[in-house]
T-cell receptor, first 113, second 117 residues
Framework: GNSVTQMEGPVTLSEEAFLTINCTYT??????LFWYVQYPGEGLQLLLK?????DKGSNKGFEATYRKETTSFHLEKGSVQVSDSAVYFC????????????FGAGTRLFVKA | GAVVSQHPSRVICKSGTSVKIECRSL??????MFWYRQFPKQSLMLMAT?????????EQGVEKDKFLINHASLTLSTLTVTSAHPEDSSFYIC?????????????FGPGTRLTVT
């Protein structure tokens, strides 16, 4: 079946630390991959996306590369800020006669000053 | 950018009553809207997919008679939780896709927190 697996949180980092949140997927066909961010009490916001193998999505200092050979889409940022504290969701979209988004469980990130 | 609003943002209702949640696309036409449910510290669970002018498609295990979805126009979808019970308390989030869905991008509303007492 189709699924997304993320590293469990919470992840706690100090400001300016390097961030990696692992994400792997299982899918039939060729899904598009996304990272969404959810700040407390809010809905999801698209952070970045990649629609085909070897594509790199980037936004606000975050990056993720679509790795077909390892079925991964790990999220990275070189220097986190307190304002990056949020929940991050990895997701894929598949077309099964209609588009459907499958989300990972989410990883909560705390950044300390 | 594309904006999706939800109303109300929070609602408290008594057990046995019905609650309607609105989801609107403010600056684009949404051919498809999705309704999700999110439990505390958990991921989003897709409840149903609705296309303008047609019946919603519900995910397995979601009671369509309890969660009524109407997508009457290209900018509005509503979710009605009928005869709500405390176990229906949750965070409900809608998302919408624009008419040009080629980028597979969804725009999410800010969510509605429902508390059933």
């Amino acid at each position: 079946g189709n699924s997304v697996t993320q590293m469990e949180g919470p992840v706690t980092l100090s400001e300016e630390a390097f961030l990696t949140i692992n994400c792997t997927y299982t899918a039939t066909g060729y899904p598009s991959l996304f990272w969404y961010v959810q700040y407390p009490g809010e809905g999801l916001q698209l952070l970045l996306k990649a629609t085909k193998a070897d594509d790199k999505g980037s936004n606000k200092g975050f990056e993720a590369t679509y790795r077909k050979e390892t079925t991964s889409f790990h999220l990275e940022k070189g220097s986190v800020q307190v304002s990056d504290s949020a929940v991050y969701f990895c997701a894929l979209i598949i077309n099964t006669g209609g588009f459907k988004t499958i989300f990972g469980a989410g990883t909560r990130l705390f950044v300390k000053a | 950018g594309a904006v999706v609003s939800q109303h109300p943002s929070r609602v408290i209702c008594k057990s046995g009553t019905s609650v309607k949640i609105e989801c609107r696309s403010l600056d684009f036409q949404a051919t498809t809207m999705f309704w999700y449910r999110q439990f505390p510290k958990q991921s989003l669970m897709l409840m149903a997919t609705s296309n303008e002018g047609s019946k919603a498609t519900y995910e397995q295990g979601v009671e369509k008679d309890k969660f009524l979805i109407n997508h009457a126009s290209l900018t509005l979808s509503t979710l009605t939780v009928t005869s709500a019970h405390p176990e229906d308390s949750s965070f409900y989030i809608c998302s919408a896709t624009a008419r040009d869905y080629s980028s597979y991008e969804q725009y999410f509303g800010p969510g509605t927190r429902l508390t059933v007492t």
